[in-house]
């Protein structure tokens, strides 16, 4: 069992770059693939990256592939997602999620989330 804990959110200008993490406050995510989804307002959850376990595989979804970017330090028990080319629509709410063993892009397959951290990019 892990707990997670995003930060790094903020307010920034559309073009800006940001960098958000999600630590582990208990457990250990070596074992667990690793995900970030967000959450516009009035809008459903939505897909945004994974990583797996062993970080030999990264997914992207589709409006993110090229400006997105996840990986982790299992080390550090942390999973990171540097976010590049920043738009209005990149607005929500940032989720880190866990899942044992294998990726998956279902927002249902994954068993810890994190509170969120808030992305606001103005025009």
């Known amino acids: 069992q892990v707990q997670l804990v995003e930060s790094g959110g903020g307010l920034v200008q559309a073009g800006a770059s940001l960098n958000i993490s999600c630590t582990a406050s208990a457990g250990t995510i070596t074992n667990y693939a690793m995900a970030w989804f967000r959450q516009a307002p009035g809008k459903e959850r939505e897909f945004v990256a994974v990583?797996?376990?062993?970080?030999?595989?990264?997914f992207y979804g589709d409006s993110m592939s090229g400006r997105f970017t996840i990986s982790r330090d299992n080390a550090k028990n942390a999973v990171y997602l540097q976010m590049n080319s920043l738009q209005p629509g990149d607005t929500a709410v940032y989720y880190c999620?866990?899942?044992?063993?294998?990726?998956?892009?279902?927002?249902?397959?994954?068993?810890?989330w994190g509170q969120g951290t808030q992305v606001t990019v103005s025009s």
């Open positions: 990583i797996s376990q062993n970080i030999d595989t990264t």
């Open positions: 999620a866990a899942r044992r063993l294998i990726a998956s892009l279902r927002e249902s397959a994954y068993d810890y």
